[in-house]
């Protein structure tokens, strides 16, 4: 491609509101445009780069004997209502009413319309295990679209999806996908950490995120210090240490005046926050479910834990959490700032009448605590569970972070990182064939429920976390697999003879397979050219003029290294193929 017939031009200056490294040099390389918040426009460069991305991810689907297919962008309601996931996903899928009581979603995901193909195909164990994908457009409403490529409303993904007669057949091939992940991040240059993750609004068994470690990420995710353990911090275990003690305090109800928070209470009382029970106070609306249907949730967790809300909300089924009122709260009998479940009516399960009282598995680990006792500037001393209260749910719902210690090897401490997002797996299991009643005939001639696998990959967000990784001060350092062409090549004479012979070394390049942009703007001078060289980042640049004529040739250099060569007309293409 000549430049002087390039569509668009390269910017001395990123937009203001650029604050990524690769949105800045992505705009100003003229690789994107964007069109409105979380909208852009792939300029002609960019779209060789997802090209590109494209051509690896389709040739490791097809090396684990994917299929690719292309499904529709727009959905009909009806389809989401099978799952319960239309009301669910409600606040990101954009919905359209198209008049006449007729619903249409734009896809944010794809695995509605795959349980639909495979009632409509998939009729016996004969017919699986197979896996298809495609490659194409999502939309979500994001809230805040943010960071160029990174967080789209408009975005183009890789999902894959497998089915199966059986978990075990799932089981075995889910190593497949996860390796054919590792193979696409490591021929894109990308080093990523797999990690246990939440599996979110998708459903399923379990699910694996490959995160990209970058301090301008928005997922959270946790490290063992001794073995290899790493989990989003939505997923992480860790070790609650503490014992009981050997004899129980008596509960003894004390004045403490002004101290409505953990550590006030602490610092009052002189002892550690561990020593404390924190309440968190929640309304739990059930998914698809109007919120007057919710219930009052009061959870439970030591003083010195902070309760993770993904975890709870899957500990509670997958519910939608929000504060509760200090209404709510009165009306339980409980008093905000001051409250514990001590003399409350504790509900003894999901159907029992009463307050729904979750704690964490960390108040067993500890005793007589100081906690709430529902009465203004009062608190209890000496609690002790269960002797002093009751729970409905016990379960895992804190938040792992720095310095906890592991729960993979008990051994090793954790600390917490950001990351970006890079794609995700997920085990699906029965998550979609339950509620559709989606069944293959079993060998044993009885129908069973498809298990499903999903798997995903943002292209756009790929392109963005290479930049992240390959760049420097001048502009973008392609890796050659993505980048969107071989070579860049210059014309610096204003003489006919470094014209004529940079058009044929145009023309002979092409012609050894490689694919090259051509700097043939006759009105440039050669600084503007070697910049724009630079921010496009190709891997290899060749240059030609009057003084690398006079050293013996054109000047060679690699994108990623300062070195220079000159090197003979004649021995060009065979320079250029060892390199």
Known sequence: MKLSRSFGKTLREAPSDAEMVSHKLLIRANFI?????????????????????????????????????????????????????????????????????????????????????????????????RMVYHISKKYRDEARPRGGMIRLREFIMKDAYSMHLSEESLDEYYPDMYQAYLNIFNRCGIDVIPVQADTGAMGGKSSHEFLFPHDGGEDDFIQCSNCDYAANVEAATFVRTGDKPDSLEELNKILTPDCKTIQAVADFCGIATSQTLKAVFLWA????????????????????????????????????????????????????????????????????????????????????????????EYHYTGTNYPRDFAVTQMADIAEAGNGHVCGNCGEGTLSSRKAIEAGHCFKLGLRYSKPTNTTALGPDGKPHLVYMGSYGIGLDRLMGIIVEKYHDESGIVWPRSVAPYDIHLMNLGKEEEPKALC????????????SVIYDDRPKVNPGVKFKDADLMGMPIRISIGRRSLENGGA??????SADRDVVAMDDLIAHVKAL
């Open 33 to 129: 445009r964007p069109l409105g918040a979380g909208i852009y426009t792939y300029m002609p460069l960019g779209y060789r780069v997802l090209n590109n991305i494209h051509a690896i991810l389709s040739d490791e689907m097809d090396d684990i004997d994917g299929q690719e297919m292309l499904m529709p962008n727009l959905h009909p309601k009806e389809i989401w209502d099978r799952t319960g996931r239309w009301a669910q996903y409600s606040g990101v899928m954009f919905q359209i009413d198209a008049g006449g009581n007729r619903w249409y979603g734009m896809s944010p995901t794809h695995e509605e319309v795959v349980i639909d193909l495979i009632g409509r195909e998939v009729d016996s164990y004969r017919d699986l295990p």
């Open 285 to 376: 609306t059930p998914p698809g479910k109007a919120e007057k249907e919710g219930k009052f949730v009061f959870a439970v967790i030591r003083g010195d834990l902070d309760v993770n809300e993904v975890k709870l909300s899957n500990a509670l089924g997958g519910v939608e959490l929000r504060p509760a009122t200090e209404e709510e709260i009165k009306a339980t009998g409980a008093m905000p700032g001051y409250a514990s479940p001590i003399g409350l009516n504790v509900a003894k399960d999901a159907d029992s009448d009463g307050v729904y009282v979750i704690a964490d598995t960390s108040i067993e680990n500890g005793g007589d605590f100081v906690v709430g006792a529902n009465e203004v």
């Open 503 to 514: 058009d044929q070394l145009y023309k002979d390049l092409k012609a050894a397979g490689f």
């Open 555 to 560: 000047e060679v250099k690699l994108r990623n």
